[in-house]
Structure formats: C-alpha cells, structure tokens
C-alpha cells in the first residue's frame, strides 16, 4: 500500500513477442524516464585518435554516457537473455532498440499475413451455445484490438454488428429489441454488453 503523496513505480514491459505492444509500452517508459531521445538520436563518443576534448565537454560527455547506460539497464531487464546474447555487441541504447525493431518488426508481408488472419478470424467469430455473454464479448474485443494494432478502424459501430450477427438464438428477442430502439451508430459496446446481461 502506498502512502499518500507517494506513487507506484511503473513496472517495466518485458519483451513478449509481440514487438509492435511491446516497443508501445517501452517507448512510453523511456519517455517518462526521459530517456526516450538517446533511443531516437543516439550519441557519438569522440573517434580514437582524435583531437583532444576539453573538460566541459569531457563531463557533458561523460553525463550523456551515464544517461545512456541507464537506458540500456532499462533495454536488459526488457529482454529476456537469449535475445541479448544476440546484442553483446551492441554498446548503446539505441543500437539495441534498433536492432530489436529490425529483428522482430517484421516485414509488411508477414504484418499483411498476421493481419489477413486476424480478419478471418473477427469474420468467423460466432457464440458458442456455452459462452457467457461476458465471455463472447471479451474474444471478440480481444481479436478486434488486435486489429486495431495492425491499423483495421475498428469502430464500435462494426464490432456492435458483429456482435449482434453472432449471438446464439436465446439472444433473438433481445438483438430484434435493440435494433428496433436503438440507432446502432450510437450504441458502444459497453451498453451493448449491459443490454444482454
């Protein structure tokens, strides 16, 4: 239990799989840890050999590295170990995280793939004799989200219509009900979900 005045530390997203929720959350970590710009820009050490650089410059550098690190810890307690064994090479923040978004981004056939999937999936969705109500309603939610992700504007004008097309036929009297009295471009899911319990 917390004190008053005082707040949970956030938790930080461990790596899944699932890279596109995953870099979501982490991106909006390292933004609140202010960190976010070293993932973005990075930062360039001074080559070996090169002139020397003054102490001002020297403690600015030095300050921008610690940042840096600070980044990283947050990067390895993200990602499981056998990942970043595949990273050891990889000396700052941003070279991790890009090479995470190049190893498991993905290319556009396989989101277009995953994507295809999901469709066929929102469009077969139908209840089972068996399912609660809560129950339909969450996997529907659950693989329309999903779309979501993958850019599908899922409104909730579609996802109440398919909701209704799917219900088993104990729900009859009450999907003639709602589309008798309701303009269906109005209603959520929400309301849905509390006409039908």
Request: glycine letters at 4%; a positive charge.
């Amino acid at each position: 239990m917390t004190s008053e005045g005082s707040f949970v530390q956030p938790s930080i997203p461990r790596f899944d799989g699932h890279y596109d929720h995953w870099s979501m959350l982490m991106e909006n970590f390292l933004r609140s840890k202010e960190y976010w710009s070293l993932i973005e820009t990075g930062y360039e050490e001074p080559a070996k050999g090169a002139q020397p650089i003054s102490e001002a410059r020297q403690k600015e550098l030095d300050a921008v590295k610690l940042r840096d690190l600070k980044a990283k810890n947050y990067l390895f307690q993200a990602i499981d170990r056998s990942i970043l064994e595949m990273m050891l090479e990889k000396d700052t923040s941003k070279k991790i995280w890009d090479s995470m978004k190049t190893k498991y981004k993905g290319n556009a056939r396989v989101k277009r793939s995953t994507f295809q999937a999901l469709r066929r999936d929102f469009e077969t969705l139908e209840m089972k004799v068996s399912e609660t109500i809560t129950n339909y309603f969450a996997r529907v939610m659950t693989v329309a989200n999903k779309m979501r992700v993958y850019g599908e504007p899922m409104t909730d004008v579609t996802i109440c219509e398919k909701i209704l097309r799917s219900l088993t036929d104990k729900f009859n009297y009450i999907v003639c009900s709602i589309e008798e009295s309701r303009d269906l471009d109005a209603i959520t899911v929400a309301s849905k979900l509390a006409h039908c319990t």
